[in-house]
């Protein structure tokens, strides 16, 4: 029997902004698949769910099983999969328009059932690729070309909606961190359960804050992320909109029992 | 003219306030006669609510031919006034009313049910044992034949049951005798039953759907069933979750299918789309009830045909099928399913409420009529292409875990390893064609398949169409005034070939439906056909054969 070609690189043209976050995502993500095939996993047990925007170009850029599908639905096109075949390990990118906009039930249902999926949310905090809207998690006040006096809601706080919503794993990355975030996505995989990794990303055409990021975020250190309370505390730091500090790293987690292993207890296997 | 032997019919309400057990009460009534030979349907009556209103089932029980509502009854039982105030003007004049004569004064074979209940101990709601029982002892009916099937039917407190139905068999006199009769042996069920047992037999493995009424009753089936079927049913959030959850499991490769009425399937039209776009298989049960929006939740209509028959944006063929009763809520949604799967496409079986929740005889050489069949798949040789073009469209299978290929599945338009292509306008170009080729491979499949049925006189120049849940009535109407009647089955791909053959020499084509503007005479007038006349009821109401009747007399 033939064996995959384990080269996670595809033909396909690269339509990215110089200088995008996702490069950044890309990199770390291909690391941290390269461990974990590494590590025991076959390549041909991994599934890419790419949802639309650009992050979910992803899916074309890996030499990977995929599935593009509809706006704001790939988290449960993902859960599907995970229920169909609870073999396969499977990441789902998302842009924060799809995530917190579009299909925001589909988030806060799969941590709350707690499907073993993992969520790698892409934050660029606006529509990118339909040219710079404002999005769920835009700062009150962003000017975008929906926006052009300025955003008039408040941004949502996707973590603290991901704990509200009993997720058991929430972490926050950043895209110019690629060694932490390879880590946090290996943390995320051996995490047996929901997994939320939002990820601070620059759009260098639209809202450039990659300065504003360099100078705030910094690491967690010494936490046991069970604490609720503590996962608030650090959540709670940065209100999406200005800030001294921004944690990234894992900001909680907790084990629970997972919803595939008991939807398979029903019909006894 | 020799006159027409016409067939021994019973008809049947038994009514009460929701939570009485009226619905429970007819079933059981329902098994009565079908173990004296009878073929059965039964018609739900009920609305939205919890307790209280008015609800009832009206069982028909005839000897021969589909069984269908008829405006007149042989016997009411009633459980309250209400059912009196309602029904009784129904009742034929040989007719015979059961009733509880602790609630109501009556003319009739009054039971006094709630004493008898209430001197054994027993549940308020074993009232309606007491009638059913009675009605049994009236109409001959060996208690034999009554014990068994409430032993059946009754799962919880037996004993007691059975206590109150003795005491009033005792009680009341046999006044008819209802004759036993021979047919082939048929198992009663809803259609929405026979329409998850079809999907078993044609290789099942999850069931996905949001509640809503008249489909619910297949996620319950499923969600009680699941450790004998081994087949996962899951209740999500929302029908947008449900539809892409059957996608994911699809590409997974699983079979999967997903069940709603018409609010709920507009909010899947996206991704039926997806289905066509990404070549995945999607099976949906779309069960009308009367829209628009919320309309009437509780009652029947035949009102999304044409919805139905256009769900989601772009140029794409798919399978719609609508049967008409539980054996055709079988043998198409198994047969739907292998197509999706075959065709790697969308396929849709609209029913409605009618056909959903109400129950039929279904004879059990069906079931033998649907098996899983194969879907075409990747037999290992060179490079996997999710989107290889072939010459009859057709690319096969593979699923994720397969050590030999990377599956890559996309809503973008793609080239043959499903990587979008946005640029390259003969990609794009000939992606279009390969599906348009399968779409034609469709339209074969569905020349060999029997997609229309025809009833009645075939000689006959006149010519009656009806379809879903109007071909009950349809049919026996037809066969009464000597008329042709053609049902079509399959709506899309539409079967202009086998139409056309069934209308040659018509001179009047009659069409009858329950909605308000025609939609099968648009379809049919769409392809060409041209209709005479529509016929069409729209009070969330179906046709009795009666009505139906006098109202085609005037037209022929």
Not at chain 1, 10 to 32: D, E, H, M, R, V
Not at chain 2, 375 to 394: A, P, S
Not at chain 2, 439 to 449: Q, V
Request: hydrophobic fraction near 40%.
């Amino acid at each position: 029997m033939k064996t995959q070609n384990n080269n996670l690189n595809t033909q396909s043209p690269n339509t990215w902004c110089p200088g995008c976050g996702n490069f950044g995502i890309l990199n770390a993500f291909k690391q941290a698949i390269d461990e974990i095939i590494k590590n025991g996993t076959k390549k041909e047990q991994i599934v890419v769910v790419g949802d639309i925007g650009c992050n979910s170009k992803i899916a074309d850029y890996l030499n990977l099983n995929s599935i593009i599908g509809l706006h704001g639905r790939s988290v449960a096109t993902a859960e599907g999969i995970k229920l169909a075949k609870k073999g396969l390990k499977v990441f789902v990118f998302i842009g924060d328009g799809a995530g917190l906009d579009e299909g925001v039930s589909h988030l806060v249902h799969a941590a709350k059932r707690n499907s073993n999926i993992k969520v790698i949310l892409h934050n660029n905090r606006l529509f990118a690729l339909t040219t710079g809207q404002f999005t769920a998690v835009s700062p009150k006040g962003l000017k975008s070309v929906s926006t052009p006096f300025g955003a008039i809601e408040e941004p949502i706080n996707p973590l603290k909606l991901m704990l509200a919503s009993d997720a058991g794993f929430i972490a926050r990355g950043y895209s110019a961190k690629i060694e932490h975030l390879k880590n946090l996505i290996l943390s995320a995989d051996k995490h047996d359960g929901f997994a939320f990794i939002e990820v601070l990303q620059p759009c260098v055409s639209f809202f450039n804050n990659i300065q504003f990021y360099n100078e705030r975020i910094y690491e967690i250190e010494n936490n046991k992320n069970e604490s609720e309370i503590k996962a608030l505390e650090l959540i709670n730091e940065w209100d999406y909109a200005d800030a001294t500090k921004i944690p990234v790293g894992i900001i909680f987690k907790k084990q629970r029992p997972v919803f595939e292993e008991e939807a398979y207890k029903l019909i006894g296997k | 003219m020799k006159k027409q032997k016409i067939p021994k019919e019973y008809s049947i309400i038994i009514g009460g306030a929701a939570g009485q057990g009226s619905r429970k009460a007819g079933l059981i009534i329902a098994k009565l006669f079908n173990k004296l030979g009878y073929q059965i349907y039964i018609y739900e009556d009920y609305q939205s609510l919890i307790r209280g209103g008015h609800n009832f089932s009206q069982i028909t029980a005839t000897e021969g031919g589909l069984a269908n509502k008829k405006e007149k009854i042989d016997f009411l039982l009633a459980m309250d006034k209400q059912a009196i105030e309602k029904h009784k003007s129904k009742l034929k004049k040989d007719g015979f009313l059961f009733f509880n004569s602790d609630k109501i004064e009556e003319k009739g074979i009054g039971i006094s049910a709630d004493k008898i209940v209430k001197e054994l101990n027993g549940l308020p709601v074993m009232a309606n044992i007491a009638l059913i029982a009675g009605l049994a002892k009236g109409i001959g009916i060996s208690w034999n034949i009554l014990e068994t099937i409430l032993r059946e039917d009754l799962p919880k407190e037996v004993e007691k049951n059975l206590s109150v139905a003795k005491k009033s068999y005792s009680i009341v006199e046999t006044v008819i005798k209802i004759e036993k009769i021979k047919h082939s042996e048929s198992e009663l069920m809803t259609g929405n039953e026979a329409t998850a047992l079809g999907l078993k037999a044609g290789g099942l493995d999850i069931y996905f759907a949001y509640p809503m009424t008249p489909a619910s009753s297949i996620l319950h089936y499923f969600a009680s069933k699941q450790k004998e079927t081994g087949i996962i049913a899951i209740q999500s959030e929302n029908e947008i979750a449900v539809a892409s959850e059957a996608i994911g499991a699809a590409y997974a490769g699983k079979r999967s299918a997903v069940g709603t009425s018409g609010g709920g399937f507009a909010l899947m039209t996206e991704t039926i789309s997806l289905s066509a776009q990404a070549e995945v298989p999607f099976m949906a049960i779309n069960s009308q009830r009367m829209g628009p929006a919320t309309g009437v939740p509780t009652y029947g209509a035949q009102s999304d045909l044409l919805f139905t028959l256009n769900p989601g944006h772009g140029d794409f063929e798919k399978f719609v099928v609508a049967p008409a009763n539980g054996e055709e809520s079988f043998y198409w949604s198994g047969k739907l399913l292998n197509l999706a799967w075959k065709y790697q496409t969308p396929a849709i079986l609209l029913t409605d409420k009618d056909v959903s929740e109400g129950t039929f005889s279904v004879s059990k050489n069906i079931f033998k009529k649907i098996k899983k069949e194969k879907e075409l798949v990747w037999l290992g040789k060179g490079e996997y292409k999710r989107y290889e073009i072939t010459k009859n469209g057709l690319s096969p299978l593979a699923y994720p875990g397969n050590s030999e290929a990377v599956v890559k599945v996309n809503s973008y338009e793609h080239n043959q390893f499903g990587i979008s292509e946005e640029v390259d306008k003969q990609v794009i170009k000939a992606m279009q064609d390969k599906r348009l080729a399968k779409f034609e491979l469709m339209k074969k499949e569905a020349d060999t398949l029997d997609v229309i049925k025809i009833f009645g006189n075939k000689n006959s120049k006149t010519i009656l169409v009806a379809w879903g849940s109007t071909v009950l009535a349809a049919k026996e109407v037809a066969e009464r005034l000597g008329i042709k009647m053609v049902q079509p089955i399959m709506l899309s791909p539409f079967p202009k070939k086998q139409i056309t053959k069934a209308f040659s020499g018509a001179k009047k084509i009659i069409c009858v439906e329950t909605n308000a503007t025609g939609q099968m005479t648009q379809l049919l007038r769409a392809n060409g056909f041209k209709i005479d006349k529509s016929i069409l009821r729209y009070d969330a109401q179906l046709f009795s054969t009666e009505e139906l009747q006098a109202k085609l007399k005037k037209e022929i």
